[in-house]
């Protein structure tokens, strides 16, 4: 998460408090602002989690782009 700006952790950390709270009370015990803005940290959350991954899996595919290029060098 160091790559993270400031306002990302907040929202965040936002997010989880949130979540605590919809374990803890129940969504129908919300208020609905709370409410409105668990479901767009929500996405914000799956944003980032699809990014990182994206991200990950295309570095991980250069990666092994380049190990081949080195093994069919070596061949």
Do not use: P
């Not at 700006?5 to 929202?11: A, G, S, T």
């Not at 374990?23 to 609905?32: A, I, K, P």
């Not at 767009?40 to 994206?54: A, H, R």
């Amino acid at each position: 998460m160091h790559d993270l700006d400031h306002d990302e952790e907040e929202k965040i950390s936002k997010f989880f408090h949130l979540s605590l709270s919809l374990l803890l009370r129940g969504f129908d015990e919300m208020e609905m602002k709370d409410r409105l803005e668990l479901i767009k940290l929500l996405s914000f959350m799956m944003n980032i989690v699809f990014d990182k991954m994206y991200l990950r899996m295309n570095d991980l595919e250069e990666r092994v782009a380049s190990l081949e290029l080195q093994v069919n060098k070596k061949k």
